[in-house]
């Protein structure tokens, strides 16, 4: 390509293409894909001159376990694996309003009430108002140092003079720019190149980075996508903004695992740790209604009991909604398939609503059976009985098929008061459920009209604990 021709880049996912098009072939954005002046010439090749030989070492560290930084939130370490990684680069990555100044100020107070040195960098709001923050979250007194910068250059200069810092926060990568780039702050090439000096300078300081990275559906500023295989680690900050939960989740993570959680509650006074997310996403006053079933689900290595949701009303004749919060519509669209095929309920002239209370949303194919449990309840208008729990995953034949850790999750929805679970019929010892917590009495399904049957059949005490699985 010759110098300065324009080029077509998606700003989700940094994608480059010739043409413009009104959605990306790689990210299926819509809307995404902007032109951008290219400065790189065409691949010149390596010439004559000769590189350093490189040093090639073994595979065992000298060091032994890597040094982390552990923030003292408990919910913050979970889900970086028990802390930052010393020269190590994160970014945290969600919606504007959610939370992310909040938490990156909590965790870069916590950590220097530690001793450990915390450089807060904002180029999105004033000293003042980042005051006014630490002082309703009554963090005044943290030895945090605050600077509002924008120019990578000016920041690098300052970083690199004095003591290096241990802790860096960057908030947020798509207001920083690099004088040597034209374009303007945010666009791919600005967030991709002002992230590589800051990710440049963290390896060689042995500072932790914490970028923050704004997600955007419209307007004209790259996504964190962009930035995600440049980083070590990438947090995502979940949540509904009008819930006061929240949810960080590792979604990649060099030196820790990425299917753990860490749970907050928004309060007038910061995030505040939620340490036993069970009891959260349920609705205890409520007694059972129909279309509503409690799935056991796993966070991480964490069970979490979560309430889900499904309403089946009859809808316009020919264009039934489904509209799904929480979870997977193409996962839903395969249970109702299911359910319609096995069990003989007409689904596809309803409209299905379905929604994971609490904002949280699941991943695990566990919840088919909650989900399907949810479904059936209020198709047929009854509600699963009281103190029942219910996880498996569903198969297109219509098998339900167990699923991991299955004694954890018996464990936690008996210590929630539990007292029945509809669960995958498994084999083996005490039908593959020992050691299964005595209080709960366990209704093992193979097949899912056996769940129809059992829930449109309870007697007055709810169902008892009869297996009409196959043994
Ligand atoms: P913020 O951290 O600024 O979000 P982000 O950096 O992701 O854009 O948080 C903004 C929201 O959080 C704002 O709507 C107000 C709310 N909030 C509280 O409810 N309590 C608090 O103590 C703070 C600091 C913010
Ligand atoms: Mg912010």
Redesign the pocket.
């Known amino acids: 390509m010759a110098r300065n021709d324009p080029r077509f880049v998606c700003k989700t996912c940094g994608a480059t293409r010739p043409r413009w098009a009104g959605k990306c072939d790689a990210c299926g954005a819509w809307n995404s894909i902007i032109e951008e002046t290219s400065r790189e010439g065409a691949p010149k090749g390596l010439g004559k001159g000769k590189g350093r030989t490189l040093d090639f070492v073994d595979l065992r560290s000298a060091q032994g376990n890597v040094a982390r930084y552990p923030s003292g939130m408990v919910e913050l370490d979970r889900v970086t694996g028990g802390g930052l990684v010393r020269g190590s680069s994160v970014l945290l990555a ?10 990156l100020l909590q965790a870069a107070s916590a950590l220097a009430a530690n001793g450990v040195r915390a450089d807060y960098i904002s180029g999105e709001e004033g000293i003042e108002q980042i005051r006014l ?1 630490a002082d ?2 009554g963090l005044t007194e943290a030895p945090v140092r605050l600077a509002t910068a924008t120019s990578v250059r000016d920041i690098l200069t300052s970083l690199e003079s004095g003591k290096p810092a241990d802790v860096i926060v960057v ?1 947020s990568i798509q207001t920083m720019y690099l004088d040597t780039l034209d374009s303007a702050p945010g666009t791919v090439s600005q967030v991709r190149g002002a992230a590589q000096e800051l990710i440049r300078h963290a390896k060689l300081s042995g500072s932790v980075l914490l970028l ?1 990275g ?1 997600v955007t559906k419209e307007g004209q500023i790259a996504g964190p996508r962009v930035l995600e295989h440049m980083v070590d680690a990438v947090l995502y ?1 979940e949540g509904e ?1 009008n819930h006061q939960f929240r949810i960080v989740r590792a979604v990649k993570n060099r030196f820790g695992p990425t299917d753990e959680i860490g749970v907050f509650e ?5 995030l505040a740790e939620v340490s036993n997310p069970s009891a959260l996403f349920l609705n205890p006053e409520r007694g059972p209604v129909p279309g509503a079933a409690v799935f056991a689900g796993i966070e991480g290595t964490r069970p979490v009991l979560i309430e889900i949701q499904a309403l089946v009303a009859p809808g316009p004749p020919g264009s039934p909604r489904r509209t799904v919060v929480g979870w997977d519509s193409g996962r839903l669209a395969m249970v109702l398939a299911v359910l319609e095929a096995h069990t003989g309920f007409s689904l596809s002239s309803s409209d299905v609503f379905l929604n994971v209370a609490g904002g949280l949303r699941i991943g695990e194919p566990a919840a088919d059976l909650a989900v399907a449990a949810a479904i059936v309840s209020s198709y047929s208008k009854r509600p699963v009985p009281e103190g029942s729990t219910v996880f498996g995953e569903i198969g297109l034949s219509g098998e339900v098929r167990p699923v991991p850790q299955h004694a954890a999750r018996l464990k936690e929805a008996a210590k929630l008061g539990f007292s029945q679970a509809i669960v995958p019929n498994v084999g083996g010892g005490r039908n593959g459920y020992e050691p299964a917590p005595a209080e709960i009495s366990l209704s093992r399904i193979a097949l899912i009209d056996e769940l129809a049957d059992l829930l449109a059949s309870p007697n007055e005490t709810g169902f008892v604990g009869v297996s009409v699985g196959r043994t």
């Open positions: 969600g919606d504007p309003g959610i939370g992310k100044s909040t938490l923050r309703r979250l908030d923050v704004h900050f903004r928004m309060t007038g006074a910061g």
